[in-house]
């Protein structure tokens, strides 16, 4: 190569290294999800929300002129495997981790963030210990379970209904949250034990007066518990959980099921801009929680600076108010959202309806 071609490729070289970044990543933004198999299809909800999310800032210039890009790893909602997803984005000076979609592999993984500095904004985990965990960099963009209890208790208490109460568990690990949540927000109620798969009515004067009663079962026992209820106590109101949402309820319950007001996690969408979401050909499940994500990432980061996880991390644990595509979102200090998304409906004739108000 004569020194005239040197030249010319060095040439090329240089120019090609100062051409703009705009090809470039500055900033990693992880998802972390089940990408294959059977459940690929929420993995896939989180990738297609923040990877819009992520076209859409760098549209805009960016995190104060950085470019955002994208890095995907398959965790299969496995706590093992989503460990070692951590690692891995760890040691790519990942910022912001959209994921993972299950609880206990987010759980796994927190930790690991947590030391490396890299916030975590779940779309989808909805268990309380995820939150409860208390760790600075956790935050999470759809309902905690547990707090599903206070929008019931809420509605009990508008009835001027609370005065006699009863609340049914079988204090399994889903449910034991809910209920002790539920009784924070009543705690005159009167607590009856159901020993899971075996539900049977416990004889007690209480039962034939209560106003109210909190059915925090799972679906079948809480079908039977409502027909005997009904039988005894013809006039008493239902509540449960979302765990009563399912056909086994109403099968179980039978006429007793009408009437019975559930706790149901609205659709993302039911929130959002139309302008904005028409922009998608899909929206469903956590896509639209998972583009909301990478926006409270961005405005943490322009609020304090991106290179300070722990200071973006308290501005969003400050309750600042952040304008997302499914409207404006805020977190409580916990890294919970500060207004639960959770709507009651209620059971009649076998299908789930808006709920009603008490004549």
């Known amino acids: ?4 071609a040197r030249l010319a490729r060095l040439a090329v070289l240089l120019c090609t290294c100062a051409l703009p970044a705009a090809a470039h990543a500055d900033i990693l933004v992880g998802v972390a999800g089940p ?13 297609a929300g923040a990877s819009a999310a992520i076209t859409a800032i760098n549209a805009q210039g960016g995190i104060n002129g950085e470019a955002l890009g994208l890095v995907e790893a398959d965790d299969g909602c496995d706590a093992k495997r ?8 760890a040691s790519q000076d990942v910022r912001l981790v959209v994921g993972h979609f299950c609880t206990y592999a987010s759980l796994a993984a927190a930790p ?3 030391s490396a500095g890299i916030l975590m904004i779940s779309p989808s985990a909805t268990a309380p210990v995820l939150t409860a965990s208390k760790l600075w960099n956790v935050f999470r963009l759809t309902g905690r379970e547990d707090l599903q209890a206070d929008v019931a208790a809420a509605r009990i208490k508008t009835d001027g209904a609370a005065s006699e109460v009863v609340v049914f568990s079988d204090h399994s690990a889903d449910l034991a949250p809910v209920t002790t949540r539920f009784q ?17 009515l416990a004889e007690d004067p209480a039962l034939l007066t209560a106003t109210v009663a909190y059915l925090a079962l799972q679906a079948s026992d809480g079908g039977v518990i409502a027909g005997e209820l009904r039988k005894l106590n013809p006039a008493i109101a239902l509540y449960g959980p979302d765990s009563l949402q399912s056909e086994t309820f109403a099968t179980k319950a039978g006429d007793a099921a009408n009437g019975t007001r559930v706790s149901f996690l609205d659709d993302p969408q039911s929130r959002a801009d139309p302008k904005r979401l028409s922009a998608f050909a899909t929206a469903e499940g956590a896509t639209l929680s998972a ?7 961005a405005a943490a980061a322009k609020a304090r600076g991106v290179n300070n996880s722990r200071a973006m991390a308290n501005w969003l644990s400050g309750g600042n108010e952040i304008n997302t595509i ?34």
């Open 291 to 297: 583009y909301a994500a990478v926006e409270s990432f």
């Open 112 to 114: 690991t963030y947590a």
């Open 35 to 47: 990408l294959s198999g059977p459940n690929a299809a929420f993995g896939n909800e989180l990738k």
């Open 326 to 359: 499914i409207g404006p979102v805020a977190f409580t200090a916990t890294g919970d959202l500060q207004k639960q998304p959770y709507m009651l409906l209620q059971w009649q004739n076998g299908e789930m309806q808006p709920d009603k108000a008490t004549p």
């Open 184 to 200: 924070a927000a009543l705690p005159n109620a009167k607590l009856f034990t159901v020993k899971p798969g075996s539900a049977k």
């Open 82 to 89: 989503a460990l070692e997803v951590a690692r891995s984005f």
């Open 1 to 4: 190569m004569t020194r005239l």
